[in-house]
């Protein structure tokens, strides 16, 4: 089985379009894949039920159970460890490696979606995604936007990433203009230039989504 842990610089920075693109590619390759999206804050109610935004997402390239998709569905959209509380829900990180322990028995590839980004609170400040990445022993991926602003932020969860001595697989930037413009070309040799990790994929921003030129630096599904 193989399978990555999706994080990224930010909420809001594209991991689950990311991942949706990513798990396009793997069905294209006839992989049998999923995406799991273990904590999911501002969940959505939808034909009388809880629904978790980012599953949905997920749902426009593969097919995915209620069961399957999420573990903690919680209602407000904020950071996890208050959103758990605001339900009173206690979020244990030991049913979540069951779950995914359950999944990689199914599948030959998983995408694990954290939430926000890497130093986002999922207990209190001793348990962060950072630490569910290592708890599921999973190289991660990081997500970055393409426009201004993210040098810094792509560094800052690089070094973060690799003070839990995590195994970075790679990033990839999300949103780029069509062409690229110099700022952003530029952003992805700086990055590069400052962490030594490859970025490894370019989305482009999709006005409909899939309708756009993904460019897959490396064969990362290998
Ligand atoms: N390349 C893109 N082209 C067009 N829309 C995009 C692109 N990337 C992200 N979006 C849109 O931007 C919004 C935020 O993206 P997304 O939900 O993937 O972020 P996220 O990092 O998963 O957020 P969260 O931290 O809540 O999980 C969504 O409406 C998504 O459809
Ligand atoms: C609600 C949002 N879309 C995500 N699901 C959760 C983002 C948590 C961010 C916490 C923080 O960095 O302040
Ligand atoms: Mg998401």
Request: hydrophobic share 45%.
């Amino acid at each position: 089985m193989k399978g990555f842990f999706i994080t990224g610089t930010d909420t809001d920075v594209g991991k689950t379009f990311v991942t949706a693109c990513m798990l396009r590619t793997l069905t294209d390759k006839r992989i049998r894949a999923t995406a799991y999206k273990p904590v999911q804050s501002g969940a959505q109610w939808r034909d009388g039920k809880w629904v978790a935004p980012d599953v949905d997402m997920y749902r426009k390239v593969i097919n995915v159970a209620d069961e399957d998709g999420c573990t903690y569905l919680l209602k407000t959209p904020c950071s996890p460890h208050l959103a758990a509380k605001i339900d009173g829900v206690t979020i244990e990180p030991d049913r979540i490696l069951l779950h995914m322990r359950r999944l990689q028995q199914t599948h030959d590839f998983v995408l694990v979606e954290g939430a926000g980004g890497i130093a986002v609170p999922l207990v209190d400040e001793s348990f962060l995604v950072a630490h569910l990445a290592q708890l599921l022993s999973l190289p991660i991926i990081i997500v970055a936007r393409a426009s201004v602003g993210t040098i810094n932020h792509t560094v800052l969860t690089v070094q973060y990433a690799k003070s839990f001595g995590l195994q970075i697989a790679g990033i990839i930037m999300n949103g780029f203009s069509t062409p690229k413009n110099e700022i952003e070309q530029e952003n992805i040799r700086m990055i590069e230039a400052m962490t030594n990790i490859p970025v490894i994929g370019e989305i482009p921003h999709m006005t409909n989504f899939l309708r756009g030129e993904i460019v897959w630096r490396k064969e990362w599904w290998q």
